[in-house]
Structures are given as C-alpha cells and as structure tokens.
Nanobody
Framework: QVDLVESGGGLVQAGGSLRLSCQAE???????VGWFRQGPGKGREFVAG????????SYADSVRGRFTIARDSAERTAYLQMNNLKPEDTAIYFC????????????????WGKGTQVTVSS
C-alpha cells in the first residue's frame, strides 16, 4: 500500500508555469508513476507516466513538449513541471502509482491520490 498526496496546484495565467508534487508514503520505490487529469465535464485522461527507475517517460500528445515528469532519487516524490499552460489544461490533476508501467499508461494504476486543482485563466 502506498498513499499519495498531490500539491502545487493553483491559479495561473495562460503562458505561465506550475510544478506539481506527489508525495508518497512510505515510498515510490519500485512503482511506476503517472499523472492524470479530469477537466470540467470531462472524463479522466492520462497526462504523463514514468517507470520505477526514471526511464521511459511518456506523454499525452496534448502536453508533449510543455510538461515534464520526473521523480527524485530518494524515491519519495514525483513531479510534473507544467510550462506554457493553456486554459484547456484546467483540471484536477491526480498522481497515481502501480508496480507495472503498462498499468499506468493504460489508465489502470492501483493507487491514486485525491488530486490538486489547476486553473489556467486566459
């Protein structure tokens, strides 16, 4: 069992940046990590994922080149750096973890955080 808590959301103008954090308890070691989002009136969608060793970063087409997923070497925290934010990026952002990267990329990770709100104004 791993508990995940997201932070770093907020209100930002279009073109701005935010960095989301996902704090894990007890650890993210041996887990692939993903970020998902759910916009107003929309279903939850995959944003980015990364393997347990920091390899194989993957991104949704809508965020590739603007967002970067990373994890720290201490294996307690994962991050989502979001640059050049657009109003359509407005959503609740969720961190998720699973022992297997395909489960993350397929939208079926075992563990979920409760989310953090990101609002991008035009």
């Amino acid at each position: 069992q791993v508990d995940l808590v997201e932070s770093g959301g907020g209100l930002v103008q279009a073109g701005g940046s935010l960095r989301l954090s996902c704090q894990a308890e007890p650890t993210l070691s041996d887990y692939a990590v993903g970020w998902f989002r759910q916009g107003p009136g929309k279903g939850r969608e995959f944003v980015a994922g990364i393997n347990w060793n920091g390899g194989s970063p993957s991104y949704a087409d809508s965020v590739r080149g603007r967002f970067t997923i990373a994890r720290d070497s201490a294996e307690r925290t994962a991050y989502l750096q979001m640059n050049n934010l657009k109003p359509e990026d407005t959503a609740i952002y969720f961190c998720a973890a699973d022992p297997y990267l395909p489960s993350v990329l397929g939208g079926r990770p075992l563990h979920w955080g409760k989310g953090t709100q990101v609002t991008v104004s035009s």
